[in-house]
């Protein structure tokens, strides 16, 4: 049997909404749902035992949602849909509202909902994604975002402690957090490129504080603010290898994965350690990596277990830094 164009659509609503349950923003792409779909969701996930997958099935209606700053993002539909495919289009719209709205949160996307509704319009088509990133859309939004203004608790906070060694040029750390705009060259005096390196380490250590096994996830971020997306190289250590081999260097930098963002060239890579970027519109990922295997651990963990009597246990778990003095 061949599936008729109606058939073959995948999404059939999409909605913001807050942990309190109100919808925020939702989006009806093909009408063939009712209007207590939110309700119906919120209610099943407030009451699930435990937690709840990132997809279900309630009354042949399928559920997809991520919970992200304090807000839900919910798809629906009633077709047999890949939940991975749909998962992938949430995060890619979540990025999208990141990049406009400069910050993802309750706030930003209230006083910023004509905007989403218009990149929402843009990226989906009657239930079918169309244009996914940033880059493909730019050219057909208009609206202009509302920036969010941060507390006035936390600009008194900030102000009345900051450490030495953070001197006056040092840029803050929500300066990231602004909306891309259509560069102006007449306009903007300064570009600016904001380049983040996050590390997640996962250890496990054995009772008297020693390590087992170890692995580092690590990502290189960009967000550009230039004029023009100009051709960007990234330089890395000269030592830098990837793979586990025999002839490996003591002290060198050894990756056993990466893998590069689409608009990075790889070819000057295993040579020269350089990679040439073409930066796209908004935040992106250049390249993530795995390390696995024996490195100094910035900390070490030291359980103990005391048996106060027949059925209680005192637990005390010590954390000793292992940073130089």
Known sequence: KTLSREERAMLSQFFILSTRGDTIIKRDFRFDLGKQTSEIFFRKVKFWPGDPPPSFNVDGVNYFFTKKFGIYFVATSKTNVAPS????????????????????????????????????????????????????????????????????????????????????????????????????AKKTKTNEIFVDIFEKLTILFNANGMVINAAIDGVIQMKSYLIGNPELRLVLNNDLTVGRTSTGERGSVTLDDCNFHECVDTRDFEAMKTVTINPPDGEFLVMNYRINGEYSAPFRLYPFIDEESGYRLKFTVKVRAQFPQ
């Not at 999208?96 to 088509?125: A, P």
């Open 85 to 184: 495919a749909i998962m992938d289009i949430i995060y890619r719209m979540m990025k999208i509202f990141r990049d406009y709205c400069g910050v993802l949160n309750e706030e930003s996307i209230r006083k910023n909902f004509v905007l989403i509704y218009e990149i929402i319009d843009e990226v989906i088509d009657y239930g079918h994604a169309q244009l996914v990133t940033t880059e493909n859309i730019r050219q057909f939004i208009v609206n202009e975002p509302v920036l969010i203004q941060p507390k006035t608790q936390a600009k008194k906070q900030s102000s009345s402690w900051r450490p030495k060694f953070f001197k006056s040029s040092t840029v803050a750390s929500t300066a990231i957090q602004k909306p891309i705009q259509k560069l102006d």
